[in-house]
């Protein structure tokens, strides 16, 4: 149990356009989403925290109205990279749990490339 | 300024041989702990967790890791390494009820034939 799912696990668009990353949990109504970035050879870094219903709390440094974060159900939270550029490439990753757990549960990724 | 640290980069082992992975912390409090498993292009995958008790915990795939207060470490062991175990490690401090997670920068296992 607890799967969570990404789409699209990669995708390539051009610079200045924008891209949507959708983390679902399948099997699990996920209270608590969080949007990881991961850059080669390096650890995640926690982007944001988004609660169901409610608008989400970005990490120090990150762009808010770059990285828009809509978790609108308890199965779903989008991470839409805005007016992406190169150095927005990277490796996105979703994780969920649900209020009573403490354990969070990871999506596969989205490799993303920005040409 | 709180941190996690994996001060291994890269491991190497023989198959069959023990390993050990490092993990320190650096918070007020003891805090959460947890040791994920990275495959190549994949999600991370949950080893083993402390939250309290018994310092010596289990995990799947016969991991364990120990939870040293006076070190502020909680190292990864397994007892004898499978090739399928190469992989990236990943220490991870929970915070706040579990709503911040903080990782450290990950250890990549090679596993020799």
């Known amino acids: 149990g607890a799967v969570v799912s990404q789409h699209p696990s990669w995708v390539i668009c051009k610079s200045g356009t924008s891209v949507k990353i959708e983390c679902r949990s399948l099997d699990f109504q996920a209270t608590t989403m969080f949007w990881y970035r991961q850059f080669p050879k390096q650890s995640l870094m926690l982007m944001a925290t988004?609660?169901?219903?409610?608008?989400?709390?970005?990490e120090q440094g990150v762009e808010k109205d770059k990285f828009l974060i809509n978790h609108a159900s308890l199965t779903l939270s989008t991470l839409t990279v805005t007016s992406a550029h190169p150095e927005d490439s990277s490796f996105y990753i979703c994780?969920?749990?649900?209020?009573?757990?403490?354990?969070?549960?990871f999506g596969p990724g989205t490799r993303l490339t920005v040409l | 300024a709180q941190s996690v640290t994996q001060p291994d980069i890269h491991i190497t082992v023989s198959e069959g041989a023990s390993l050990e992975l490092r993990c320190n912390y650096s918070y007020g409090a003891t805090p959460y702990l947890f040791w994920y498993v990275q495959s190549p292009g994949q999600g991370l995958q949950l080893l083993l967790k402390?939250?309290?008790?018994?310092?010596l915990v289990q995990g799947i795939k016969g991991f364990e890791a120990e939870f040293k207060r006076s070190q502020s470490s909680f190292n990864l062991r397994k007892p004898s390494v499978h090739w399928s175990d190469a992989a990236e490690y990943f220490c991870?401090?929970?915070?706040?009820?579990?709503?911040?997670?903080?990782f450290g920068s990950g250890t990549k296992l090679n596993v020799k034939p």
């Open positions: 991870a401090v929970g915070l706040y009820n579990f709503n911040k997670f903080y």
């Open positions: 994780s969920a749990k649900w209020s009573s757990t403490d354990t969070q549960y």
């Open positions: 402390y939250f309290s008790g018994d310092t």
């Open positions: 988004s609660n169901e219903g409610s608008k989400a709390t970005y």
